[in-house]
Structures are given as C-alpha cells and as structure tokens.
C-alpha cells in the first residue's frame, strides 16, 4: 500500500505557516532560478555546462567534440544557456569562446555533485 499525498484532514498551523509563506520568495523573484534550473534538465545542455565547468574557457568546436555533437547542436544549445544566465561569451579574433557564469558554475556544480569534481580532473589529468 503506498503512502497518501494529502492530510486526511485540515491540520493548518496558522502562525507557523504564516511566518514561513512571509520569507517565501515571490513567484517573479524565482522565474531566474526556475529557467536555469530548466536549462540544465536537458542532458546535452548539463554535458555542455560539465565541459565547460572542466575546460573554463572554450570554444563551440571544442565543446562540439568533448560532448560528441554537430557544432549547430551546441550553438543552440550554448544560446539557450546563454539565455538563462548560466553561460557567457566574448570574440576572441573569428572564435567565440563560452565560459560559465559564477551562477552557472555554482549550479553546474550543485547538480553534478562529486561527479563535477571527478570529471573536471579526468579531463585536466587524463
């Protein structure tokens, strides 16, 4: 038998309840966090933030080819990304080079756990 999702009855501890619902954030204030946690749900999106967490800096045929997908890919990909705050660029000469965002960094960080520190070693000591 599985466990019920909802109380049987009206429990509500009103003061405590209130006091919690006043340092909840407003909707608006996390729609931010919402759409960078979203762009990472999508497994060529988190690879492509791994790769950049391991590499710092790197440029779109480059992470191309660590993740193993089509350049075009990647642009949409990075832009999207780039959209939600969690990756930045500059041209450099006719490349442009992605880094993630100290946001992006902290989150990338969060989601992949140990495995972001694992792999960030494999790729810089392999």
């Known amino acids: 038998m599985t466990e019920p999702d909802a109380c049987d009855l009206l429990c509500l ?4 309840a209130e006091r919690i619902r006043q340092e909840v954030p407003e909707l608006r204030a996390v729609e931010p966090f ?3 946690a979203r762009a990472l749900g999508d497994p060529t999106r988190l690879r492509i933030a ?8 790197l440029c779109v045929c480059d ?9 075009g890919l990647v642009s949409h990909h990075l ?5 939600a705050g969690l990756v930045e660029s500059r041209r450099q000469g006719r490349l442009v080079m992605y880094r993630l965002t100290s ?3 902290e989150l990338v960080e969060v989601v992949l756990g ?7 070693k494999e790729q810089v000591h392999g």
Do not use: F, M
């Open 63 to 71: 992470v191309g080819w660590i993740v193993g997908q089509a350049q």
């Open 34 to 36: 919402a759409n960078a």
């Open 79 to 83: 832009r999207q990304l780039k959209v």
């Open 114 to 120: 140990d495995r972001a520190t694992e792999s960030g």
């Open 13 to 16: 501890d009103l003061p405590h």
């Open 50 to 57: 791994g790769a950049l967490l391991a590499g710092e800096e």
């Open 103 to 105: 946001r992006g960094r």
